[in-house]
């Protein structure tokens, strides 16, 4: 059999598909897995052993589709579930299997603060589409495959740093997401432990204003390395403080410890740190049955959260609380408990 997943973006968006790949492919052995998604993406997946051929979106839809044509698939996995997911399926006339995205759901949760989600992370509504075939979630949560060009070399970060270190994603796709510069500063200071600071280039700046405090003990990594390079660094933390974004879930999927931001998006949306039935079990056997391998921060009850499913450039009402009320000191608090485990 032929299965084509469907998922164009985003980072994380794409990483939350990788239990999909791997239980179709694991499961029915005569399975050949093809995944098509942007040019961009395409280092998420190239790695990926699961998937035996990538198909990248090309600017021109009707050459994409004469392109997938070609392979004659069996089945089509669309997990994006969009107009342009849309007119591929139409166009190879072949059995689907769609996720749902519920979004008169999230409209009645953002608009309304009506929530009618259902109680599941998005990574089992995607595992719903397989149900047909008799996939089944292994619970070995996300998968994250870094190529052996893409692994950081220690000389690539300060010496200081190489006992150990606490990864800080400043980073994030809108401004509504991201705990403001100062907040992390204010962080920064507090925390006695080697730092790294995650993000891209349009994140440069932020981090060289974080890091200004304490050269030595910050380290702005942001903008330095590529994704892979950045999800190696991820790997390599002994905790990943982090806003809603790709690297948190890429930190799951390394089964990193992730204390996650939450601003205008809720965890509600299904959209949390996923790690894993099997690995959750195990972690609460050894601890305790309460102890989750992540914290989620978010200022709870406030009347205009969520405002956005997505988010904006800018808070709509000018005053940001969902982030700017969240307590550095008790962030800090919630640091130490994690160093604090034994693992």
Not at 17 to 26: G, W
Not at 110 to 123: E, M, Q, S
Not at 250 to 264: C, E, H, M, T, Y
Request: overall charge positive.
């Amino acid at each position: 059999m032929k299965f084509l997943i469907i998922r164009f973006s985003s980072i994380g968006d794409i990483v939350l598909t990788t239990p999909v790949i791997r239980c179709l492919k694991k499961q029915l052995p005569n399975a050949e897995v093809h995944y098509l998604s942007k040019k961009t993406y395409k280092h998420i997946l190239e790695a990926n052993p699961y998937i035996d051929k990538i198909h990248l979106l090309k600017n021109n839809l009707k050459e994409t589709v004469s392109h997938l044509k070609k392979e004659n698939f069996d089945f089509v996995i669309d997990l994006h579930h969009n107009l342009r997911s849309l007119k591929v399926k139409k166009a190879l006339k072949k059995q689907s299997f769609s996720f749902q995205k519920l979004n008169i759901q999230k409209w009645l949760l953002t608009a309304f603060k009506i929530n009618r989600l259902p109680k599941a992370h998005i990574v089992d509504r995607y595992m719903e589409t397989l149900s047909s075939f008799g996939v089944q979630n292994d619970g070995m949560g996300l998968d994250y495959f870094i190529p052996e060009k893409d692994h950081v070399k220690e000389t690539d970060i300060p010496a200081s740093h190489l006992a150990g270190y606490i990864g800080c994603v400043i980073g994030a796709a809108v401004n509504t997401k991201k705990l403001p510069v100062h907040k992390w500063k204010e962080l920064c200071k507090l925390i006695d432990h080697p730092i790294i600071l995650l993000g891209g280039p349009e994140d440069g700046n932020d981090g060289d204003e974080i890091a200004e405090s304490d050269k030595i003990k910050i380290y702005n990594a942001c903008g330095k390395f590529g994704l892979n390079e950045s999800a190696d660094l991820v790997k390599r933390a002994k905790l990943v403080i982090t806003n809603d974004t790709g690297l948190m879930h890429i930190a799951a999927a390394f089964k990193r410890p992730v204390i996650s931001l939450w601003g205008n998006t809720v965890p509600e949306f299904g959209m949390y740190p996923y790690y894993g039935e099997n690995y959750t079990r195990a972690i609460s056997s050894i601890q305790s049955p309460t102890i989750l391998p992540y914290e989620i921060v978010e200022i709870k009850n406030l009347s205009c959260r969520p405002c956005s499913k997505i988010g904006y450039e800018k808070c709509p009402k000018g005053h940001f609380k969902c982030m700017e009320l969240i307590d550095v000191h008790e962030l800090h608090d919630t640091i130490l408990k994690f160093l604090g485990r034994k693992r």
